[in-house]
């Protein structure tokens, strides 16, 4: 359910890039393309997450948002 969701926001991002000028072309491909790379992205990051919980490192995603966070910090 959650690449579901992920896959239809994804998508939402995508027709707004070629709406904003990303893409000179609507093309299906490149679309098609942005989607699938985005969800497999998004996908990666859940189960990075749920690899760092089950090895009883800490709460995965937390961890995940904190190291994001603290990456920001220096341009800060």
């Known amino acids: 359910m959650t690449v579901i969701l992920a896959a239809l926001s994804r998508s939402a991002i995508a027709f707004m890039l070629?709406?904003?000028?990303m893409f000179s072309i609507l093309a299906s491909?490149?679309?098609l393309m942005?989607?699938?790379t985005l969800?497999?992205?998004s996908a990666f990051i859940?189960?990075?997450?749920?690899?760092?919980t089950?090895?009883?490192i800490?709460?995965?995603m937390s961890l995940l948002i904190f190291c994001r966070i603290?990456?920001?910090?220096?341009?800060a």
């Not at 070629?18 to 000028?21: A, L």
């Not at 859940?46 to 760092?52: A, S």
């Not at 603290?70 to 341009?75: D, S, Y």
């Open 58 to 60: 800490g709460n995965g």
């Open 39 to 41: 969800t497999t992205g």
């Open 18 to 21: 070629t709406r904003g000028g």
């Open 46 to 52: 859940m189960w990075l997450g749920e690899q760092i």
């Open 34 to 36: 942005t989607v699938l």
């Open 54 to 56: 089950d090895r009883g």
């Open 70 to 75: 603290v990456a920001g910090l220096p341009r």
């Open 29 to 31: 491909a490149s679309l």
